[in-house]
């Protein structure tokens, strides 16, 4: 059994998996915030509370995590807004009394990780992108691309415009849909509400919706065009709409690319949000 946390900037989820990759005691809570280590604080109960209820001894953890993360040192190097005073934050160094060995990775490159565990096609090239509270960005082939200082793939901060001050993620994340939905509505309308209204034929959602999607697929062009992959992955909680989502931002892609240039088949993920706990202990 190994204990596997993803760690974002609202929720920390965890189980422990087994040899069958079946997920025990699935728990999810809120992120505490960081200022006086909490987050530390809160992966330390974790780890003992299934350290007892499954009577282990110093178990395996595999940690994914928002943030740039060193995985040779097992540390958050950058953090940005997401997650405050997270900079600096050392899981093998604040684990080594209570666990064995200890992977942390960035939450994307282990959701990628996570989906290949069961991925039923030979397919040397997936790029992933997570849409969420931000975007992020994994891409594999043969191996996981890091970077030299664990930075590849942020593709979050990409495509930057100055008359906005924005950058991709501002304008295409599952967060910039709901300041959209906000700016149109004066009751509270939820995502999935808002693609129910769009495939009943609501206007407004539609509009809502389709000015979304163009940023999206402006962001999936760029990653066709640096990577050039054979399958890009959506993963993300907004994945759960499936070939709605697909549907729907597919026809802008070519709008951003060359003409005829073409681009790779578009697929959301198996796992959903659970994607990256498998991943996290993948790294073990």
Not at 43 to 54: N, Q, R
Not at 72 to 84: D, R
Request: hydrophobic share 35%; with cysteine.
């Amino acid at each position: 059994m190994k204990i596997a946390i993803d760690i974002g900037g609202t929720f920390i989820k965890a189980g422990a998996i087994d040899d069958h990759h079946t997920i025990h005691s699935y728990q999810k809570i809120e992120t505490p915030h960081n200022k006086d280590g909490g987050i530390v604080e809160a992966v330390k109960g974790i780890v003992e509370s299934y350290t007892k209820e499954f009577n282990l001894n110093k178990p395996e953890v595999g940690i994914s995590t928002a943030g740039v993360v060193d995985s040779h040192k097992g540390e958050i190097t950058y953090a940005g807004p997401t997650i405050p005073y997270y900079n600096g934050t050392n899981f093998k160094q604040s684990l080594a009394d209570i666990a064995g060995k200890v992977a942390v990775n960035n939450d994307v490159s282990c959701a990628l990780l996570g989906e290949l565990l069961t991925f039923d096609r030979a397919v040397q090239s997936i790029f992933l992108m997570t849409i969420g509270t931000g975007i992020g960005g994994a891409y594999y082939e043969n191996q996981l691309l890091e970077g030299k200082k664990y930075r590849a793939c942020e593709i979050g901060y990409l495509l930057y415009d100055k008359e906005s001050d924005t950058t991709y993620e501002d304008r295409g994340s599952t967060t910039a849909l709901k300041k959209l939905i906000s700016a149109n509505y004066n009751e509270e309308v939820q995502v999935e509400k808002l693609f129910d209204l769009a495939y009943q034929n609501d206007e407004k959602a539609q509009d809502i919706l389709n000015q979304w999607a163009k940023h999206v697929a402006e962001g999936i062009a760029q990653v066709q065009i640096m990577f050039d992959p054979e399958i890009i992955l959506i993963g993300g909680g907004i994945s759960k709409q499936e070939e709605r989502l697909l549907s729907l931002i597919e026809p802008f892609i070519d709008d951003y690319l060359p003409t005829d240039y073409g681009h790779a088949k578009i697929e959301v993920t198996s796992k959903g949000n659970d994607s990256a706990l498998y991943g996290a202990i993948s790294c073990l």
